[in-house]
């Protein structure tokens, strides 16, 4: 069984790829495919790039030409309900594109022909990520250092399980982050991805999970607060989180 860890950007994932002591690098389509073994377990690691078309590619890819049998996506996300803080943890029960409205030939939200607005994530992945989260987030010092805990005022996070929204918008102002929240009252955190790589998964019958750390509250200060957490923040939580997360399963023998 070979996992997918996917991430957007560089800075989510750099500390999880100097982890891997055995990787080769597969170029396709101008990306970069690390194949190796994290944690004893074959895994395929790379660097999607930025938004849906990318995120959608690279799935593809990671199906036909790795025949990943699962693709967990990890990084980063703006913080849409109420309660959820900047160095929170989002595990996606469902995704949804919020910038797809194909109406009123088919209904807001819903993926033209394939009768789904919202796309699940897999239950066994998505449980075993959010109990793996909890046990992290009990104790943010030893997970990022004393310094930073302080710098970002990340004492208590706390994990979340819901509705993440994919979109090609860095959500960046608090009157679009209402209009968000007004439209998806139950979503919890917006990215540019998931949503993208949950209905290739989708359409390839192959599990996906998505684990998104809270970098901005996607409102007038996000660019700033995503840009800071991004450079400091962010590839310690993925690395903690996937490592941690592949620990738990079973090594091939
Ligand atoms: N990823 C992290 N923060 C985001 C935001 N505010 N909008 C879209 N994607 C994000």
Known sequence: ??????????????????QMPDEQRVRVAGRDFWVGHLRGQ?????????????????ATVLLERFQVQAIVFTGVAGGLAPGVQVGDVVVATRLLQHDLDASP??????????????????????????????????????????????????????VHRGLLISGDRFVSNAAESETLRRALPDALAVEMEGAAVAQVCHDYGVPFAAVRTISDRADDEAHGDFTRFVAVVASRYSLALVDAWLATLTPPT
């Open 105 to 158: 030939i088919f209904p807001k939200y819903e993926v033209p022909l394939t009768g789904h607005a919202r796309f699940a994530a897999d239950t066994e992945i998505s449980d075993s990520l959010a109990a793996v989260a909890v046990g992290l987030l009990a104790d943010p010092v030893a997970l990022l250092g004393q310094k930073v805990v302080d710098d970002f005022a990340l004492a208590t996070p706390a």
């Open 42 to 58: 074959a895994v395929v690691v790379v660097l999607s790039r930025i938004g849906k078309v990318a995120a959608a590619l690279t």
């Open 1 to 18: 069984m070979t996992i997918a860890i996917v991430a957007a950007m560089h800075e989510e994932l750099s500390a999880l790829l100097a």
